[in-house]
């Protein structure tokens, strides 16, 4: 008997996977991009995508099936799917180890805090609030709490869940639940996650950097527009 090959163990670890988390491949009807779980069907469309990348001189591992990165905080999926017009090709997308996240919207003495931090994927500093991934076991409340205590030395007196966001639905499967917290006191920035200070600014502040384009971050963004909205601001 021929050992397996390292597609065939790549396709076996992705179906034992499906099998295992169901709820990331359906829905099982209504679905707009149906996900390819027949083995001959999956081999099929790596295949042709393989062919077509080869065509334009781009790399054929970009049509590998499966799970193609297994980072201690997220995972890449590469799908087989088919399209509502029948078309069938590889498309990746990202999840959260852990889940959804949280994120806060901070006020303190009538102030947004603010922290400013070095993020790697940009390669430059943002103005963002604080927010974080859900640990196993702890709920997006806890997290809301912790998050504010950790990244800048804060106290929630209150706490108003107001929305959920996803961030990028092109890519990523989860999204964070958005609060309003109402502190009663701001610490320290945490230096270990590179954020290096904090910037308190007003609501009109607040939005006249949101208009010069100075706060990008989409968390930050929408939760400040879901509290607007709500007239907590």
């Known amino acids: 008997m021929m050992p397996p090959s390292s597609r065939d163990l ?102 947004i805090i603010l922290t400013r931090q070095f993020r790697h994927a940009l390669r430059r500093w943002s103005l963002e609030i604080p927010r974080g991934g859900i640990d196993t076991g702890k709920s997006a409340e806890e997290t809301a709490y912790n998050e504010v205590r950790e990244e800048i030395g804060g106290e929630i007196g209150e706490l108003v869940r107001i929305g959920y966001l996803h961030g990028s639905t092109n890519l990523y499967y989860n999204g964070a639940h958005l609060y309003l917290g109402r502190l009663t006191k701001v610490g320290a920035p945490q230096l270990a996650e590179a954020i290096t200070s904090l910037v308190q600014v007003t609501v009109p502040e607040f939005e006249q950097m949101l208009a010069r384009e100075q706060i990008t971050d989409s968390f930050t963004i929408a939760t400040f527009c879901h509290a607007r909205l709500r007239g907590l601001l």
């Open 10 to 111: 790549r396709h076996q670890d992705y179906l034992d996977f499906a099998r295992k988390r169901p709820e990331l491949f359906g829905p099982e009807t209504d679905a707009g991009v149906r996900i390819l779980l027949d083995l001959a069907d999956i081999r099929a469309v790596e295949d042709a995508v393989a062919a077509d990348l080869c065509r334009r001189g781009l790399p054929e591992e970009g049509a590998e099936v499966g799970i193609i990165l297994k980072d201690p905080w997220i995972l890449m999926l590469r799908d087989a799917v088919e399209f509502p017009d029948g078309a069938r090709r590889a498309y990746a997308r990202a999840m959260n180890r852990t889940g959804d996240g949280a994120a806060v919207l901070p006020l303190y003495e009538g102030r």
